[in-house]
């Protein structure tokens, strides 16, 4: 129960951390704030339509006090309205979050399929001149940047193999096929740069657990060797990835904002390009609160499947808060 408490209490935190961190930076990025924004240049601020607006936004009162006007909103589920379309944000967001979700996701897999075995492969050619293919293919993938990859996929499978449309998105509501296709470029830029760092994590932390004793007697009883990885290796090397994948969700997410913008998908990405051009503050609070609810949730299962995947902090978790003695004589 107190775990639980600890969990909720750090992502409500974060939230909160976050959300009033942008809110302030907004506010003072901008010469005269979201004032400036909301009431622009020549508008009468006498006017009864004027004051409706700056009640509704409580422009009167200073940054803290807005701020906590907007959390109490936020709660409720209203994240305010956009000051370019007069939509309200959440309905904005929500529109577009599945969309986001989707390739971040399908970015994960594809980078979890394919590097993990990049780094077994490594890992089990270590020493042989051959092994120098996976440990090149990782370090190829590392060192490219993610806004560089969709260029080069565009130009091999949209324009010279014809495959693919080389931008779109088509939900998967409309379309299983077509989804697919618009899903299958996007997807591979975003995980292309997360394989090599995946991939090379694997290696290391399987050649550490390939010096144990339990996996040189799995050798020595005459196993396979693609068993001995699958069974005996891939677990306890598997332990760091797991932290290595909650850390790099952050990128994961600046990565799918990027790739949406080069793809020409309408997700998140093109509504945080869209909110910047025309300075739509409300909108681009609100993008941050789902980007940090995002990313805190997705951390949060990470660290579960941690706790789950390794005993030694089950049982550390137990002993915490037990005084200790020296032991006794007999």
Not at 48 to 61: F, G, K, N, S, T
Not at 103 to 129: D, E, K, N, Q
Not at 214 to 230: D, I, Q
Not at 253 to 273: N, P, T
Request: aromatic share 8%; glycine share 10%.
């Amino acid at each position: 129960m107190k775990a639980l408490v600890a969990v909720l209490l750090k992502i409500v935190t974060s939230i909160l951390a976050v959300t009033f961190a942008v809110f302030v930076g907004v506010e003072v990025s901008i010469w005269g704030g979201f004032r400036t924004v909301v009431l622009p240049g020549g508008f009468d601020e006498s006017s009864p339509r004027a004051q409706a607006i700056i009640e509704q936004y409580h422009l009167d009162h200073n940054v803290v006090v807005r701020y906590g006007h907007w959390i109490v909103d936020a709660l409720n589920g209203d994240f305010g309205r956009s000051t370019r379309g007069g939509v309200a944000v959440s309905e904005v967001l929500t529109h577009r979050l599945s969309i986001s979700l989707e390739l971040m996701l399908a970015g994960v897999l594809l980078t979890v399929l394919v590097g993990i075995p990049m780094g077994l492969w490594a890992a089990a050619w270590s020493g042989r001149r051959a092994g120098a293919i996976p440990n090149s293919i990782l370090g190829l993938a590392q060192s490219i940047p993610v806004y560089i990859t969709p260029v080069f996929l565009i130009w091999i499978f949209a324009v010279e193999l014809q495959w693919v449309p080389a931008a779109g998105w088509v939900r998967l509501t409309t379309s299983l096929s077509g989804n697919l296709q618009t899903l299958f470029m996007p997807a591979m830029a975003l995980a292309f740069a997360e394989i090599g760092i995946v991939g090379r994590i694997i290696r290391a932390d399987a050649l550490r657990v390939m010096q144990s004793d339990f996996v040189v007697a799995a050798v020595g009883k005459g196993l396979k060797p693609s068993y001995v990885l699958f069974r005996h290796v891939l677990r306890p090397a598997s332990l760091g990835l797991l932290n290595v994948v909650g850390l790099n969700i952050g990128s994961l997410l600046s990565g799918a904002v990027i790739v949406e913008i080069l793809f020409g998908i309408g997700g998140l990405g093109q509504v945080l390009l869209e909110a910047s051009l025309s300075r739509d503050l409300y909108l681009l609070v609100g993008l941050a609160t789902y980007l940090v609810v995002i990313y805190t949730v997705l951390n949060t299962i990470v660290d579960l499947l941690v706790f789950l995947a390794d005993p030694r902090i089950r049982r550390g978790g137990s002993q915490r808060g037990k005084r200790w003695s020296p032991p006794t004589k007999a």
